[in-house]
């Protein structure tokens, strides 16, 4: 549905830390399905962890939000620019379950779980196969920048 070409006209994240590579489903003011392919030569393995690689569960949270914020550009018919940025907010009932490691493909499914005051609060759930990794409702917000 959108490939990394799309994704980076939508997001002003770049390489390292753009952790989105595809859109495969997105329902517009309701649900994003987005993949991160984890490859062992992202930079954090070297330190997360020496002998045992695992992606740090901040950097999953992170992926989450990027793909709402994907979702939530659509649902307000915007991109990013020079004068507006989405920024993160808030993290509630983070949850880790299971390890992700390299070789993992981790697939996003954020829902809108509502809007207010310029507020949106979503519902994410990062998977590696039918294994639920990282679960959590997160909150962003679009400001003006300067």
């Given at each position: 549905?959108?490939?990394?070409?799309?994704?980076?006209?939508?997001?002003?994240?770049?390489?390292?830390?753009?952790?989105?590579?595809?859109?495969?489903?997105?329902?517009?003011?309701?649900?994003?399905?987005?993949?991160?392919?984890?490859?062992?030569?992202?930079?954090?393995?070297?330190?997360?962890?020496?002998?045992?690689?695992?992606?740090?569960?901040?950097?999953?949270?992170?992926?989450?939000?990027?793909?709402?914020?994907?979702?939530?550009?659509?649902?307000?018919?915007?991109?990013?620019?020079?004068?507006?940025?989405?920024?993160?907010?808030?993290?509630?009932?983070?949850?880790?379950?299971?390890?992700?490691?390299?070789?993992?493909?981790?697939?996003?499914?954020?829902?809108?779980?509502?809007?207010?005051g310029g507020?949106?609060?979503?519902?994410?759930?990062a998977r590696?196969?039918?294994?639920?990794?990282?679960?959590?409702?997160?909150?962003?917000?679009?400001?003006?920048?300067?």
């Amino acid at each position: 549905m959108m490939d990394i070409q799309a994704i980076l006209k939508q997001l002003p994240h770049r390489y390292p830390f753009l952790l989105v590579d595809r859109v495969l489903d997105l329902e517009s003011n309701q649900r994003i399905q987005a993949i991160k392919n984890v490859t062992f030569n992202e930079p954090y393995f070297m330190g997360h962890f020496p002998g045992r690689p695992v992606m740090p569960g901040v950097l999953i949270l992170e992926a989450l939000a990027q793909a709402a914020g994907l979702l939530a550009f659509d649902a307000m018919g915007k991109v990013p620019d020079e004068n507006n940025i989405y920024y993160f907010v808030g993290i509630d009932g983070a949850r880790f379950k299971r390890p992700v490691e390299p070789g993992d493909q981790l697939l996003l499914d954020i829902t809108i779980d509502r809007v207010r005051g310029g507020i949106w609060k979503f519902k994410g759930v990062a998977r590696v196969g039918d294994e639920v990794a990282c679960e959590a409702e997160l909150m962003c917000t679009m400001r003006a920048v300067g």
